[in-house]
């Protein structure tokens, strides 16, 4: 039964009147979200109706039954309140929106039906849990709005309150999206029918949620925009409609405080350096290509980071170096203090490796999911503040961290107020300490002394009216009352108020005793509301310096960062990077950052490149061409996100782009070919690079006949040189090339040194000068274990083809 057949059906058969009242508020909510999933509070569990029960059933393996009878008997299934997180994480992961619907009353309180609402639809990119969520990596979700030829995307981490924004063109999509790697995507309905986008984020599996065009207008946004950050930050258009439709949908979908979301980046291309995804995969940055994993990957080397923020960051400045030449330098300062500065860089190690998620932290109390062990959390996080400031000097980057706030009130609120060994729900006690609030001290000396302040009562009465033989009892039907005997009922004071005759005298209760019976038979329950209020006192308070707090949360991070270039360059003896305004790159004794950490004997080469110049490398395959030039890539790029790197000596020019084509694939899912990959690959470079740019080809024009290849890749080579002009590591197997130096002075012939041994060849792995006529391909077929048959076979077809040119077309089977 879906919803369509459902919803007539308790409408107009039934009549909403014959449903429960608890049913009618779940067909009200349902009928709002008909796209979700709806958990539906009631007493200790979510429930879930109709065809929600039979999808949750299926989906979290739990047993469906019913509840009603007759036209009145719908399906159901649920699950206890404490066990929601796990399995709200199995829906979200399998792609489904889940409205969470609570209680917003106490039932205990409420006069009639409990009142409930949706506090928050959950989403991919909607997600607060710890546990959903991974540390190292910001989980985004992404608004797409585009105009004409026009595109812009607003990025929200809900967990952070990060929230960024960029124009770029339409084809920069796919890179925008493998750059950012964002959760979900929300965009118009009526670009829903762009396939190209589409097919983007399908092939990243971004799950998609349109809405309406009007969420998207342009002066509904403006407005989201002035009324959220009470400013449009002067943004383009097109960033404008991204953004506040992103806003919009936060706000619709949260409904909880978001104050943590305070700003707006705008990412600034021309401030980065572009690394289209091409560039991002071939030179494995993030993931490799074998399996995805971080294994063998540039930023399993860099990061050392001991912190959740500074391991999202360094991810983030890998995605986005630098290109503003004095904000590299002030990180490589930074840098090369901490390598000078051992003792200091230990010491902050030990500190920062203690300090918890503090943007996430904050981001939750603000948000109001967040429990006490959080607030401990948030507190022993920002303790080491003091201490890190202490041990770092007053200039540059480190000196602008320097200068963050210690919050010590936070610290000293959080310590005087919250218990370590707090249990993980604010609604159960046991969260604040005593002597904080003298109210709940009070309460708990009533729940632990009643007895004691019965009794004391007792003989204060005795005392005052002299019967002796007066005693305060205790019934369920009757609570606490006083019981006098006939014999001393003369002796009543007036105040005493008749409560019950008995055979053998009189009960009464005065206002004092009831008020005592009140503070002993609710203390517990008291103490449990007064506690939580006091924790949400607290956690207003320190939502109060939310914005400090996120500040502290990024310098840490930096430091963090740059604490983890230290160590890497301390250890692993990177070198600080000379880096200028020049077209130059001189690296000598260059090493791959990460080969470097599998091979003992690594082999280093020195690269001389001037005036933009195109190296021709040749040499036989597996001899290190490949590693050579992925090499100079990973050694520029750590250079411009303010690292140390794997050298000797190293002067790095500027470079605004990176362009790699290496090595090959047929891409399936759109019908492309390996040379039609490669094609598109190259004619990418060729349109966008510029003389500020690096370019790594390897091996153009293999993916069809050897003429059209060579053709292909002695076009392409004089195309860079006379027009592009960029900065080219151009490897190849046709050896012609090595004849473009003869015509073109920028082009410079490099090889890699083979020594000849009889029949053996030994790979040295050392680059020099000059060019090889000789590509070595049998040497490589018997290394790679061909049959001794074949590799003779081979032989002697090489001695009749280069005896004569014609003989191909006279060959016989």
């Known amino acids: 039964m879906n919803l369509t057949q459902f919803l007539p059906k308790i409408e107009n058969a039934l009549q ?75 829906l979200v992961k399998n792609g489904h929106k889940v409205a969470i619907v609570e209680q917003l009353e106490d039932p205990k309180l409420a006069k009639g039906l409990v009142k409930r609402g949706v506090v928050r639809i959950v989403t991919p990119g ?13 989980n985004y979700i992404m608004s797409l709005f585009t105009h004409g030829e026009q595109c812009a995307a607003a990025f929200c981490d809900i967990s952070t309150g990060e929230f960024f924004t960029s124009a770029f063109r339409a084809e920069q999509c796919a890179t925008i999206v493998t750059r950012f790697n964002p959760a979900e995507c929300i965009m118009p309905k009526s670009l829903a029918v762009n396939t190209e986008i589409l097919a983007v984020l399908k092939q990243y599996q971004v799950a998609i949620h349109t809405i309406d065009d009007t969420m998207f207008h342009a002066d509904y946004c403006k407005n989201q925009l002035i009324n959220h950050f009470n400013t449009d930050f002067g943004m383009q258009q097109v960033m404008i409609q991204s953004s506040g439709a992103l806003v919009s949908h936060i706000a619709q979908t949260q409904k909880a405080n978001l104050s943590y979301i305070n700003t707006i980046k705008i990412v600034n291309w021309s401030e980065v350096m572009t690394l289209d995804l091409w560039t991002m995969r071939n030179l494995e940055l993030m993931q490799n290509m074998r399996d995805q994993t971080t294994k063998g990957t540039l930023i399993s080397v860099i990061d050392r980071t001991q912190t959740p923020m500074g391991s999202r960051l360094i991810r983030k400045w890998l995605r986005e170096p630098l290109r503003t030449l004095s904000k590299m330098n002030k990180r490589l300062d930074a840098v090369e203090w901490l390598v000078q500065h051992g003792l200091e860089r230990a010491e902050l190690g030990a500190l920062l490796n203690g300090i918890r998620d503090i943007e996430r932290l904050i981001g939750r109390i603000t948000y109001g999911n967040a429990n006490a062990r959080d607030l401990i959390g948030l507190k022993k996080s920002i303790e080491p503040v003091k201490k890190i400031k202490e041990l770092l000097p007053d200039a540059g980057i480190l000196g602008d961290i320097k200068k963050m706030d210690s919050l010590v009130s936070i610290v000293e609120l959080i310590e005087r107020a919250v218990q370590d060994d707090s249990p993980l729900s604010v609604r159960e006690g046991g969260m604040i300490k005593r002597e904080f609030d003298s109210e709940l001290d009070k309460m708990r000396d009533v729940q632990k002394n009643g007895k004691n302040i019965i009794a004391s009562m007792e003989e204060q009465e005795k005392e005052k009216t002299g019967i002796k033989n007066l005693r305060i009892r205790f019934t369920n039907v009757f609570g606490y009352f006083i019981e006098v005997s006939k014999s001393h009922i003369g002796k009543v004071p007036a105040h005493y108020i008749r409560k019950q005759t008995t055979v053998n005298g009189e009960r009464y209760f005065t206002p004092e005793l009831k008020e005592q019976e009140e503070s002993i038979l609710h203390a517990e329950e008291r103490i449990v509301v007064r506690e939580f209020e006091l924790f949400q006192d607290i956690c207003k308070k320190t939502m109060e310096k939310n914005q400090l707090i996120q500040a502290a949360a990024r310098h840490i991070a930096t430091l963090d960062v740059l604490w983890s270039f230290a160590g890497v360059a301390a250890s692993s003896r990177f070198v600080r990077p ?18 470097e950490q599998f091979e003992h004997n690594f082999v280093p080469n020195d690269i001389t490149m ?59 899912a759109s019908g492309q070919s390996t040379f039609m990959v490669e094609m598109t690959e190259t004619a990418n470079i060729l349109h966008n690079a510029t003389d500020k740019s690096l370019i790594i080809l390897d091996e ?48 410079k012939n490099i090889t890699v040194a083979v020594k000849e041994d009889g029949d053996e060849i030994i790979f040295l792995h050392k680059i020099v000068d000059g060019s090889t006529d000789k590509s070595y391909g049998i040497h490589v077929a018997r290394l790679a274990g061909m049959p001794p048959s074949v590799i003779e076979r081979a032989k002697e077809m090489q001695n009749i083809l280069e005896s004569d040119n014609g003989a191909l077309s006279r060959l016989k089977p």
């Open 578 to 595: 000379h880096l200028d305004e020049s077209s130059a790159i001189e690296i000598k004794n260059g090493r791959h950052p990460v080969i």
């Open 126 to 138: 909607m997600v607060m849990e710890q546990s959903m969520l991974d540390e190292k990596s910001n």
């Open 16 to 90: 909403p009147e014959k449903l429960s009242p608890g049913m009618r508020q779940f067909v009200e909510v349902k009928k709002q979200h008909p796209d979700c999933v709806v958990l539906f509070r009631m007493g200790d569990f979510y429930e879930t109706f109709y065809d929600d029960a039979k999808l949750v059933s299926q989906e979290l393996d739990i047993v469906l039954t019913a509840r009603g009878s007759g036209e009145r008997r719908a399906p159901l299934a649920g699950i206890p309140y404490h066990a929601l997180e796990p399995n709200l994480a199995k």
């Open 700 to 747: 153009i024009g293999r993916g069809t006949s050897t003429y059209d290849g060579l053709s292909i890749a002695w076009s392409v080579a004089e195309h860079i040189v006379q027009k592009v002009k960029a900065k080219t590591l151009f490897a190849t197997h046709y050896h012609v090339l090595n004849k473009l130096a003869e015509t073109h002075p920028q082009v």
């Open 610 to 668: 001037k005036n933009n110049e195109l190296m021709v490398i040749t040499g036989p395959n597996m001899s290190g061409k490949s590693s050579f030039m992925r090499q100079v890539a990973l050694i520029v790029i750590l250079s411009h996100i303010g690292s140390f790197v794997p050298a000797d000596s190293a002067r790095i020019g500027l470079v605004d782009r990176i362009f790699t084509r290496v090595g090959a694939a047929d891409d399936l």
